[in-house]
């Protein structure tokens, strides 16, 4: 019974830190690694971020690179990627409102879904989706280079690549069903475990 009960509560525990949660609020300033602009700290590795309306100030001032686990920029929100630091989203994105990458050598790295409901700019960045999710959103999301490197992407609406686009490693691409992604520079999926699937075209 003590067994059962310990284990329930491990289970318990595990949730809860899995669902954890930090909203922006921009309190202080406008940079990401204050942690009086967080309602629950600073984000982690670990820890969902939501950036809402609401907001005094929205990000745009970085004193190491972001991380956090899934990231939802509300409707009305914005998140700008300066001076070079990378995102790094462990889960997934969703972007409502407006993601803005104005350095010229930001990257961003998602492991999870990748959501455009609202406005990417991609300045001069990649992104790397490098998990299993899909690539979706009511905005057709240009990207300047963009590289899947793991897991399966499933394009649930078209996207754009204005320079490179690649396939990479033992990823799986699934262009979706009669859509048509547009690819501007570099079209690579040569490597040996590389699978790309669907009815959709890459032009």
């Known amino acids: 019974m003590r067994v059962l009960s310990l284990a329930v509560a491990v289970l318990f525990l595990s949730a809860a830190a899995a669902a954890q949660t930090t909203n922006w609020t921009g ?12 309602d629950n700290g ?18 745009a ?14 409707s009305g929100a914005s998140m700008t990627l300066t001076s070079g630091w990378d995102l790094t989203v462990n889960g997934n994105l969703i972007i409502a409102g407006t993601l803005t990458v ?4 930001s990257n961003i790295t998602v492991a999870g879904g990748w959501t455009n409901n609202g406005t990417f700019t991609h300045g001069s960045s990649t992104v790397t989706l490098s998990g299993t999710g899909t690539l979706a959103g009511s ?7 963009l590289t899947i490197s793991g897991g399966t992407r499933t394009a649930a609406s078209a996207f754009a690549v204005a320079g490179d686009a690649e396939v990479i490693g033992t990823a799986t691409l699934d262009t979706g ?7 501007v520079g570099n079209w ?7 699978s790309v699937t669907g009815t ?4």
Do not use: K, R
């Open 27 to 38: 309190t202080s300033s406008n940079s990401w690694a204050v942690p009086s602009n967080w």
């Open 42 to 59: 600073v984000p982690t590795a670990g820890t969902n971020a939501v950036i809402p309306p609401s907001a005094s100030t929205f990000p």
């Open 61 to 74: 001032i970085y004193v190491g690179n972001p991380v956090c686990n899934s990231l939802t920029i509300q």
């Open 102 to 105: 104005s350095s010229s050598s």
């Open 139 to 145: 905005s057709t999301t240009t990207f300047n280079n």
């Open 177 to 183: 069903v009669g859509l048509t992604h547009t690819v």
């Open 188 to 194: 690579t999926s040569t490597d040996g475990g590389v």
């Open 200 to 203: 959709g075209t890459i032009e």
